[in-house]
């Protein structure tokens, strides 16, 4: 069945990271571009990264230089590395796909997983 299941969350403290797997399956993420979204306690979702089937790249500014995003071809996955995390960071973070460039409005994905927790707190 077709599905996006993500990984990796967790609990980590400021400065610390993370990295979080976003596996497809009955798929191939290759055909798809893949984005991460995260939603914090009282805020709506908001777009964090994604790569198109051709490998482009879009970050946003809050995260920029120091998340990454990264696709396993041979493991149907998409990663997202999370360095010199920050408290603001805390967020549930999913992944998503659709079938155009990378874009952070929520109902062009029409994919979703069910999100992976990630607390930043000392």
């Known amino acids: 069945q077709l599905q996006l299941v993500e990984s990796g969350g967790g609990l980590v403290q400021p400065g610390g990271s993370l990295r979080l797997s976003c596996a497809a399956s009955?798929?191939?993420?290759?055909?798809?571009?893949i984005a991460w979204f995260r939603q914090a306690p009282g805020k709506e979702r908001e777009g964090v990264s994604c790569?198109?089937?051709?490998?482009?790249?879009n970050v946003v500014d809050s995260v920029k230089g120091r998340f990454t995003i990264s696709r396993d071809n041979a493991n149907n996955t998409v990663y997202l590395q999370m360095n010199s995390l920050k408290p603001e960071d805390t967020a549930v973070y999913y992944c998503?796909?659709?079938?155009?460039?990378?874009?952070?409005?929520?109902?062009?994905?029409?994919?979703w997983g069910q999100g992976t927790q990630v607390t930043v707190s000392s």
């Open positions: 790569i198109t089937l051709s490998g482009g790249l």
């Open positions: 009955g798929f191939d993420l290759n055909y798809f571009t």
């Open positions: 998503a796909r659709n079938q155009g460039w990378c874009n952070w409005a929520r109902d062009r994905f029409e994919l």
